[in-house]
């Protein structure tokens, strides 16, 4: 399968923990995108790469947030210090770069994360 | 904020129904994606609608883009309870602006 794969799946941490995900999109997508899903919401996006640049961030993702995605392939979202608030589905998708494909972006399966 | 409104949010039918879901925006955006997303699991895309007044089939979904581009529905032929799940509306202009979902419900 050579779908966006998300790890870990599930993560459950205590507050003021450091936690961080990783996403390995379709091999071929050169557009990395990660979005936050809370309960009875869609996804809201919190930021996105073209290849290792990251081109936009969400006012959502504060300081305790970063992500990076050093070789253009696989990237990393890391939630310092984390909070209650930062409960959610965190969610990594990818799209090809140009034209109309671009905007078909395709998720992983997310990760889980409880802060407790 | 949810820039998109997705109607209604919840949907219930016995198998064999026909059903319709809504999706609205004051913006307009250069295509609109429905996706299905089950519990646990990410967003699954179904289709991609980009011309305005375009109409997509796929099986038993119907997908209408309106001619404002700013307005979209997705209709269902006799459900299915494979059917059931998060039905999700996304305007997209690089990144998505998701609705909050239409949960549908199909009974067997």
């Known amino acids: 399968d050579t779908g966006v794969s998300q790890d870990p799946r599930h993560k459950i941490t205590k507050r003021g923990q450091n936690v961080t995900f990783r996403c390995d999109p379709i091999?071929?997508?050169?557009?990395l995108y990660w979005y936050r899903q809370t309960l009875g919401q869609g996804p809201e996006f919190l930021t996105y790469?073209?290849?290792?640049?990251?081109?936009?961030k969400s006012r959502l993702l504060s300081d305790r947030f970063s992500a990076e995605r050093p070789k253009g392939s696989f990237s990393t979202l890391e939630i310092q210090r984390t909070e209650q608030g930062d409960s959610a589905m965190y969610l990594c998708?990818?799209?090809?770069?140009?034209?109309?494909?671009?905007?078909?972006?395709?998720f992983g399966p997310g990760t889980r994360l409880t802060v407790t | 904020t949810q820039l998109l409104e997705q109607s209604p949010q919840f949907l219930s039918i016995q198998e064999g129904e026909n059903l319709t879901v809504y999706c609205n925006s004051s913006?307009?955006?250069?295509?609109l994606q429905w996706y299905r997303q089950e519990p646990g699991e990410g967003p699954v895309l179904l289709v991609t609608?980009?011309?305005?007044?375009e109409v997509k089939k796929l099986k038993r979904l119907t997908f209408q883009f309106g001619d404002a581009r700013k307005d979209s529905s997705l209709h269902i032929t006799a459900a299915q309870t494979g059917d059931t799940g998060l039905y999700l509306c996304?305007?997209?202009?690089?990144?998505?602006?998701f609705g909050a979902g239409t949960t549908v419900t199909v009974r067997a």
């Open positions: 790469f073209q290849n290792e640049a990251q081109l936009e």
């Open positions: 913006s307009v955006f250069s295509s």
């Open positions: 091999s071929e997508h050169n557009r």
């Open positions: 996304a305007g997209a202009n690089y990144k998505l602006s």
């Open positions: 998708a990818s799209s090809q770069g140009g034209g109309r494909l671009s905007y078909e972006q395709y």
């Open positions: 609608v980009v011309t305005g007044g």
